[in-house]
């Protein structure tokens, strides 16, 4: 079965500095990837999708994600941050194999933007 | 319309009630989803429906009864609920039932079950 570890529970940078949160997949054949963030006592919104196309995949509000098979990993990026963009990040998978219509989450990184 | 509505946004219940949980989408997407979300946990699939049939369940609790009346609209039935239970639930939807083009996500009931 699919699944993905997200490294660090939680992640504080300084406004203006780089973010970066770590997801890896575990599957020896690429699967569908995902990042969604979710602020307190909202539903999850998807910033962006890795579904077997470019690598180097562009979401809203600046963030990217690089698909990288020889890592395992999708990790998110985000050049400058804002104090905005505290929240609760998921990355999730699905295993397009199997045919499964359904996504299974990592546990989470909060972010913290520090003024 | 972008969105999925779900009501309502909070919900308080004792055990012995018996309550719905509403989602409508109107973005002709044919597969929604039930998730659960406990304080700090990831979302938890509960159900699917793949053109308005039930084609996953994720061994729920009987006490959790999902029905999807057309393709918009999606609800979900609780009754005899325990505290355990209490939790944001999020529903979903999606183009089609393949994940390709990622869900659409409502802002969730948070139930608390007294």
């Known amino acids: 079965a699919q699944s993905v570890t997200q490294l660090g529970s939680h992640v504080s940078v300084s406004e203006g500095a780089l973010v970066l949160l770590r997801c890896n997949y575990s599957?020896?054949?690429?699967?569908?990837l995902f990042w969604y963030v979710q602020y307190p006592n909202q539903g999850l919104q998807l910033l962006l999708k890795y579904t077997s196309a470019a690598t180097l995949v562009k979401g809203i509000n600046d963030f990217e994600a690089e698909f990288k098979k020889s890592e395992t990993s999708f990790h998110l990026t985000k050049p400058s941050a804002h104090m905005s963009d505290a929240a609760e990040y998921f990355c999730?998978?699905?295993?397009?194999?199997?045919?499964?219509?359904?996504?299974?989450f990592g546990t989470g990184t909060r972010l913290t933007v520090i003024p | 319309d972008t969105e999925v509505t779900q009501t309502p946004k909070h919900l308080v219940m004792g055990m012995t009630n018996k309550k719905s949980l509403k989602c409508e989408q109107h973005m002709g997407h044919r597969a929604m989803y039930w998730y659960k979300q406990k304080a700090k946990k990831p979302p938890e699939l509960m159900f699917v429906y793949s053109y308005e049939k039930l084609s996953i369940n994720e061994s729920v609790p009987s006490r959790f009864s999902p029905e999807c009346p057309n393709s918009s609209l999606l609800n979900l039935h609780l009754h005899a609920l325990q505290p355990e239970d209490s939790a944001l639930y999020l529903c979903a939807s999606s183009q089609d039932p393949t994940v390709v083009y990622g869900y659409t996500f409502g802002s969730g009931t948070r139930l608390t079950v007294v």
């Open positions: 999730a998978v699905s295993d397009p194999q199997t045919g499964a219509n359904n996504l299974f």
């Open positions: 599957s020896s054949v690429p699967p569908y």
